[in-house]
């Protein structure tokens, strides 16, 4: 994952609400299984491994925020479970055909969750943030980023 999508990410789990929370693990996890196949095809083992290890680290935060008193929450940890052992064959057989099947379970639960974030009308977990306006400035190429409301009460509050 480049340091620009890093940002990005931090960014969105700033603003997110808790469905959108559980689609942006979804998006690292896609992009870390992606970065473990690019480095697979560059011959890159460790690489290779580094992007399974984060990809794993992304499903034990999912499996971590289920929530068994619903019903489907039992059907979505036996998807992680199968997703987490065909990460395992992965690193184990140093291939990427069981890369394609965690791929394809987990596109399918991304596209879902996010249907379900566009239902889900409350307010951002972390309530109490900076306000950041990006944009491209007079400067050739440049990102610059403005930050508002940079007072002693700002970032999360329990």
Same mark, same amino acid.
């Given at each position: 994952?480049?340091?620009?999508?890093?940002?990005?990410?931090?960014?969105?789990?700033?603003?997110? #609400?808790?469905?959108?929370?559980?689609?942006?693990?979804?998006?690292?996890?896609?992009?870390?299984?992606?970065?473990?196949?690019?480095?697979?095809?560059?011959?890159?083992?460790?690489?290779?491994?580094?992007?399974?290890?984060?990809?794993?680290?992304?499903?034990?935060?999912?499996?971590?925020?289920?929530?068994?008193?619903?019903?489907?929450?039992?059907?979505?940890?036996?998807?992680?479970?199968?997703?987490?052992?065909?990460?395992?064959?992965?690193?184990?057989? #140093?291939?990427?055909?069981?890369?394609?099947?965690?791929?394809?379970?987990?596109?399918?639960?991304?596209?879902?969750?996010?249907?379900?974030?566009?239902?889900?009308?409350?307010?951002?977990?972390?309530? #109490?943030?900076?306000?950041?306006?990006?944009?491209?400035?007079?400067?050739? #190429?440049?990102?610059?980023?403005?930050?508002?409301?940079?007072?002693?009460?700002?970032?999360?509050?329990?």
């Amino acid at each position: 994952m480049t340091k620009e999508l890093k940002q990005q990410y931090t960014l969105k789990i700033t603003q997110a #609400n808790k469905t959108q929370l559980v689609v942006i693990l979804y998006e690292m996890l896609l992009v870390y299984i992606e970065d473990a196949e690019k480095a697979h095809g560059n011959g890159d083992r460790s690489g290779f491994r580094s992007g399974i290890r984060k990809a794993e680290g992304c499903l034990r935060e999912l499996m971590a925020s289920l929530h068994f008193e619903y019903e489907p929450a039992m059907n979505l940890l036996q998807l992680y479970l199968y997703a987490n052992r065909e990460l395992a064959k992965a690193d184990i057989r #140093n291939s990427v055909e069981e890369l394609q099947h965690v791929k394809m379970v987990m596109n399918k639960l991304h596209d879902a969750y996010e249907k379900l974030s566009e239902q889900d009308v409350s307010g951002p977990v972390m309530a #109490n943030t900076q306000t950041v306006y990006a944009g491209l400035t007079y400067g050739k #190429n440049s990102l610059t980023e403005s930050l508002a409301d940079q007072g002693s009460n700002r970032g999360f509050r329990v």
